[in-house]
Every structure is written in C-alpha cells, then in structure tokens.
C-alpha cells in the first residue's frame, strides 16, 4: 500500500522559503511606496538644482538625520526586495546547480556593492 502524501504528512520539497519572503516582500513594497511617493511629491514642489536636492537627503528633525535614514531605508529595502525576486528566478528557471549558485553569489556581491556605494554617496553630503 503506497503512503499517502497528503495534509500533515505530505512531502514538501524546495527552498522552504515561503511566507517569510512573503511578508518580506510586501513590508519592502509599502515601504518603497510612501518613500517614492514622498520622493514625487519632493520632485514636484522643489527647484531642480543642486542646492535642493542635497537639502532633500540631508534634511534633519530634531538633529536626526531624516532624509539620510529614510533614503537609505528605502535603499535597503530595495535591494533585498531584488535579491528575493532574482533569487526565486534563479531558482525556478536555471536548473544546473552550479550555475544557480554562481548567478546567486554574483547576485548578492553585485547588491551588496551596490548598498555600500549608496551610503557611501548618501551618507557623505
């Protein structure tokens, strides 16, 4: 007689990454939602020069770095927003391992440099 692989006992197979990512993904979506659309609402109203913009990421409450950490938040939240998506395209769609894990690392070096470079640019106005 053959097991029954169904409800509780069921065999599941894959990364196990699952509602996680999920919430991961959506927490990074709203985020990069209110930043962009405070982003827009900042492009509309203020002059294009150099002086605004700089005041935009360098904007200050109570001596805390407002723009500097929300813009950096988003950032953030960016990258590993991408790094979940290509990560499940790597894995759903590139069947050798070898490759997969070699697209993967390139992946996480290329987002990583690209979150380092951020603050550094961000970070030093």
Known sequence: MAKELVGTKRLVVGAGYGIKDFIV???TAV???VYSVIFLIAALFTPINYESWKGFFTF???GLPVGQIAATLAFFSLAWHAWIGV???WMDYVKPVGVRLTLQV???LWLIAAVLYFAKIVWSL
Do not use: F, M, Y
Request: hydrophobic fraction near 55%; aromatic fraction near 6%.
């Open 25 to 27: 993904q959506r927490i």
């Open 87 to 89: 990560r499940d395209i």
């Open 60 to 62: 200050s409450c109570w």
């Open 106 to 108: 390139l992946t996480i």
């Open 31 to 33: 985020i990069l939602a």
